[in-house]
């Protein structure tokens, strides 16, 4: 799998940020956008950019730019996407077990609200009636996605409304005067197939069919990006096609021309990203190499929280002899980012890159083992900018009370 940014460049940009360090490619972005919006361009399709996969300003103006609106789950991801330039009805605000008052803080600050369980309905309802319009979050109970710690539309999953509730759901919004103007559902992360978002669709198209004032009917996200070099991915024109199909014969029968919303996250920036960390020991026990990295799951989780596989070049040495090497980070607990990896042969001193490191990457970074967050750095064609500087010690004791 090669880099989408030449690796020399990767390295140069090590030396002069040092490592480790987040490193993103801008044109990658802009080409799954692209290549998202032309397979449902027939659709009246609009993408929310689902922002916790990457929330810096830079990466949000970038598909603002593109004309994006975006998907939020807290109030602080919606103050930062106000922040970047976007419209407040243009953010969609899905939160999960907020409270209230959170609720009530987003509304006065403009956005599109997304509800996903009764209890927050009925309240809504009773306060704001139907003086402001709102989304629904179904769960169809369909099983879709890669990792069970990844899927939300499962029958125990503690998102959406259950597709059994919508008695109870149509109960309240006629007796509170709720007004409905979106059906909203995301079942999961990497969805292969699309016989399965089909199927989710079609309970979707159908439910959608029983409320008045329709005006979009949101498809989450979940479409598989590729993590090995012969991984099969969602089929996205595939999808487009089927989709598309499905939705003419829905607004013949609705009698009105809506709009398709997708919110992806993984899709848009997953590849874009890569995550650049120095080996400081190679370390030759009975049963195994390691490659222990100055990084450790503080920088990157992804493998520690749901074994996701990270494709790994050597930077430093891609002409080497293959030999095989549990890389390992440096935080006093388990932190593996792979097991028996081939690898051209890794020396002391050398950059490894991670792939698909854009979502879920940097913003899952924390300050494990009081180690310091690393820098971010977009590179947009000849051009490249530090967008977050590396943290420091002080930025670590900034908070605590002494
Ligand atoms: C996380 C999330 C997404 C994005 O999921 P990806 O797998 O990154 O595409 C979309 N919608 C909602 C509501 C989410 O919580």
Redesign the pocket.
Known sequence: MSTSIAPQQLIRLAQEFDAPLYVYDAATMRRQYHKLENAFKDCNVKIHY?M??LSNINVLKIFKELGAGL?A?SIEEVKIGLMAGYAAEEILY?PNCVSFAEIEACIDLGVKLNIDNISILEQFGNKYGNTVPVCIRVNPHIMAGGHYKISTGHIDSKFGISIHQMRHVERLIKSLNIKVEGIHM?TG?DILDVGVFLNGAEILFDLALGFPDIEYIDF????KVGYKPDDVTTDIDVLGEGLTERYRKFCREYGKDIQIHF?????LVSESGYFLAKVNVIKQTTATVFAGLDAGFNHLMRPTLYDSYHHITNLSNPEGKQRVYTVVGYICETDTFAWDRPLPEVNEGDILCFHNAG?YGFMMASNYNSRTRPAEVLVDGDDYKLIRRRETLDDILATQVL
């Open positions: 689902a916790k996969a998907d789950v899905t995301h992360s989450g996200s979940g479409f919110e992806p996250g993984k899709f979502a």
